[in-house]
């Protein structure tokens, strides 16, 4: 004969009362502050602080942080002038009708840059900041939506040791299909700089999968019309922006490096992954220390006199197929450095992937020397 078990009726009504113990509060800070620093995103931290108090404590420990800058907002009516933004269309023009863009609007577009962004009821200015979403203090609105300069956002963070700001778009205004990079380290101005470009960038799935890298037999020296069809003008304006752009970036940096004394790693880049700016422990600590000369003319670190190592071939094919027309290399050292500019490993090494084997190659080719005064 079956046996039906019944439920207590009375544990129907008053059932006992589930366990509400939060495990989450017993994870140790340690934890917890590695996982914000996996995350690093200031807006994502900005987030998780308002959380919970536990969490608006951790969040000023972080010590890895990634500022990624939304746009540049200008004082300026003239927006082609003064206005950076990714969704913003490339003008193509001839390399010598561009120049003054590409010399003067980094200048321009850089202004105010990482300084604090305050509201003013003077007679307005022609400038420019970048500027991020969300925030608290030193906010401008424009459209209807408030922005913070990136010197506000992190003014919050009492430990930073890593920190990577990335601009929304490179600074110069180069034509589709053209190929311009550079990396370049500061302490209280220029240690060096590496300048990789080309006039034009292809792609030949035939020549794919080749073991190395091929370069189109020459005699390895420059031809004549690299200096009689605007080649050699245009490396020149390539290298004199790519230092503009790189010491305007560097001189704008001082109020963070100046009020994070606790950073060991600093690299301000862009979305569009044109240039990087690099400094280590020992350099950040040389501008706290060694304040940096301005130019006179704009608000940029003054370049100092500096000696060249230029490299070039007319046609570059690299292993994955892609070919470079007017390939140029330039390797950047101050005059009075110690260090000789002859000495190639830190240029090979200062791009990664296809580029960087395309600096590889290119070291190995006859070297022209070049010098350049203080601007």
Known sequence: MAVIHR??????????????????????????????NRIGDVKALGRCGVVSKRFHSLVPQVENVVVRVDCVISDDDDDDSSSLSPDKPRSSASPFSAIFRLLFKPLHALTQLLATTKRSSSSPSSSSSLSITGGEDGEI?????????????????????????????GELGIDDGVLLKWRAEFGST?????????????TDPSSADTAAGVVVEDNGSIPESFYTNGGLKLRVVWTISSLI??????????????????????VLTDTDGQGVLCMNRDQLEELRVKPLSASSASKRTLVPALNMRLWYAPTLELPDGTVLKGATLVAIRPSDSKKEVCDVSWVSSAFDGSFGLAAKMLVKRRTYCLEMNSF
């Open 190 to 202: 220029l240690e060096n700089c590496v300048i990789l470009g080309a006039s034009s960038v292809t």
């Open 7 to 36: 439920s207590d009726p009375l544990s129907r009504i008053h059932p006992e009362p589930l366990d509400q113990t939060d495990f989450f509060d017993h994870l140790p800070d340690s934890l917890l502050l590695l996982v914000f």
């Open 141 to 169: 609105e424009q459209g209807g939506v408030t922005h913070h300069s990136p010197t506000q956002v992190l003014k919050n963070f009492n430990e930073i040791r890593f920190l990577r700001i990335e601009l929304p778009a």
């Open 245 to 266: 752009a790189a010491s305007a970036r560097h001189y704008l940096l001082q109020p963070i490096i100046a009020e994070h004394k606790t950073l060991d790693s600093l």
